[in-house]
């Protein structure tokens, strides 16, 4: 595994090189804006706080002048859309600046709105991975690592697995079509990893580490 600065020139897009001869892309895919600043960013339920924050400042203004109650309650609107506005632009921009990569020999994450990295992570090193399904077809698919390398929460963030903080997990955030795409990252695990058997199952409690391996529950999402 390793991270790098992205600079201006890419072989491919998602890519700072050319691959090496015997790997070729298998999907690409980057996050839903929309569906990152409801589920990263939390923008659905700060409306609904603000809201309740606006009514409550309402009743308790109820007994003054119109003029008194308009003003201080468009000041408040203006400052919770101000705050709404600004995290949907940064939902806007991460999405945007990310794409997320699947050879047949690694899953490459570019991620950054401000310092943008590149992380490589060979499907060798990857030990397991999980699908959180999110309404409409859209889902999370966090990825377990092996050995002693980790990469810092915050240098993955909105990209990683919630609240692992002390364990963080790559994970690709809010995709279209999540249980193929993660049905197309269990097949090319297998095939870099071929005679080991492999997870169907979804997303785990945080404390527990995803793993390629069978499953008894069919009925779960599988990646």
Known sequence: MNAQHEHEFEAAPGLPESLPAGEFILWQGRPDWRVLAVQALHVRKLAFYFAAMLGLQALYLLSEPGAALLRPLLTSLGMALLALGLLSATAWFAASSALYTLTNKRVVMRVGIVLTLTFNLPLRQ?????????????????????????????????????????????????????AAVGEQIQSAWQAANPGLPVTIGALAPVADTPRFQPDNHPHTATV
């Open 126 to 178: 990857i030990a397991g991975a999980a699908l959180r399904p999110q309404a409409g077809g859209f889902g999370d698919i966090a990825l377990a690592l092996k050995g002693p390398d980790r990469i810092a929460w915050l240098n993955l963030w909105p990209h990683a697995r919630p609240w692992a903080l002390k364990n963080p997990q790559p994970s690709l955030r809010c995709l279209p079509h999540a």
